[in-house]
């Protein structure tokens, strides 16, 4: 079951991580969600193992059944550019939503 668009009332732009150039880390071109932003602080560990804290939430419907938001990938909210530590796709009887914490 998607998120109901009530309660999606933020919107962010995501630029998904696609990996490493010579010149350093390589993006898509930035996609806008409607999504829930939650301010919450938590701590959690980013794929080389380092343990951080976070500071936002968010929960967004996916565009398509196989949208993924790799770990890496950068999410503007409020003009702010922040990366993604986590990424969860939330499945029901299919893919329900995604969070990310940044």
Do not use: W
Request: with cysteine; charged share 25%; proline share 6%.
């Amino acid at each position: 079951m998607r998120i109901p668009s009530y309660l999606l009332t933020e919107t962010v732009e995501v630029e998904k991580y696609k990996g490493k150039s010579a010149y350093g880390y390589v993006f898509d071109d930035p996609v806008s969600y409607r999504c829930r932003v939650e301010p919450n602080r938590a701590q959690v560990r980013t794929l080389s193992g380092d343990e951080i804290v976070t500071s936002f939430r968010a929960f967004l419907n996916p565009h398509s059944n196989d949208d993924d938001v790799p770990p890496l990938s950068r999410v503007t909210y409020h003009g702010v550019t922040y990366t993604v530590e986590q990424a969860a796709q939330q499945r029901g009887f299919s893919l329900s939503h995604i969070e990310l914490r940044f």
